[in-house]
């Protein structure tokens, strides 16, 4: 059985908010840029995800919307489910965004007020992933960066390159690293239950 986890990072850039009481709502409902409307048509046109039976999507706008293609594509239900939402930021007082990720991928059990850590994150995707297994069909999760990051702290080796960035390997393969990408694909390979490989596609 395979399991794919893909997050779409090309979002509208740009938008003003007037307090942080605003930002949760304003990630939620942060919608694709126009870049990111292309990458999920071509997302759904791999054909990795040919037999797949199941997809499934966090509440956000850019997870919803690079989704709605391949559910087309293939005829099925999109399933929303908030445990498959980004990691909540929470009050970021005189912190900015940038701040908050770094102390972060330092720190995996750092968090603000109201906010996740990384380890957060990570069992509540982790659980959710667990029902989804075992339900045992072929499924696409539509998700975020920082959530699939904490999911992969549970299973890959941690280290950090010459710049300090954080960098995750699995059974000897760069499976993170902190660069751009326009988007992120993981093949999670599963059998009885057990996962047995991940890759970065």
Same mark, same amino acid.
């Given at each position: 059985? +395979? ?12 938008? &003003?908010? #007037? ?18 409307? #292309? ?5 759904? #046109?791999? +054909?990795? !995800? ?5 997809? /499934? %999507? ?16 293939? &005829?099925?239900?999109?399933?929303? +489910? ?18 908050? @990720?770094?102390?972060?991928?330092? =720190? !995996? ?17 982790? $659980? ?5 297994? %075992? ?9 975020? +960066? ?8 549970? /299973?890959? $080796?941690?280290?950090?390159?010459? *710049? ?13 690293? =902190?660069? *751009?990408?326009? /988007? ?9 239950? @057990? ?7």
């Amino acid at each position: 059985m +395979k399991i794919y986890l893909v997050s779409n990072n090309s979002l509208v850039e740009g938008l &003003n908010y #007037e307090n942080d009481s605003l930002l949760e709502l304003i990630r939620v409902l942060r919608p694709l840029s126009i870049k990111g409307e #292309e990458n999920a048509l071509k997302i759904s #046109e791999l +054909k990795i !995800f040919t037999n797949v039976e199941k997809i /499934y %999507s966090s509440f956000h706008s850019s997870a919803i919307s690079t989704s709605k293609y391949l559910a087309n594509k293939l &005829n099925l239900t999109i399933n929303m +489910k908030d445990s498959l939402n980004d990691c909540k930021v929470g009050t970021l007082g005189s912190k900015n965004m940038k701040m908050v @990720k770094g102390l972060q991928d330092h =720190d !995996f059990t750092y968090k603000l007020p109201n906010g996740e850590s990384l380890i957060d994150v990570g069992n509540r995707l982790n $659980k959710e992933l667990d029902n989804i297994i %075992s339900l045992g069909e072929d499924a696409v999760i539509f998700t975020h +960066k920082r959530a699939i990051l904490g999911f992969l702290l549970k /299973y890959a $080796k941690v280290g950090y390159n010459l *710049d300090d960035s954080l960098i995750l390997e699995y059974n000897d393969r760069q499976v993170y690293d =902190d660069t *751009d990408s326009p /988007y992120d694909i993981y093949e999670i390979d599963v059998e009885k239950t @057990k996962i047995i490989d991940i890759k970065l596609i």
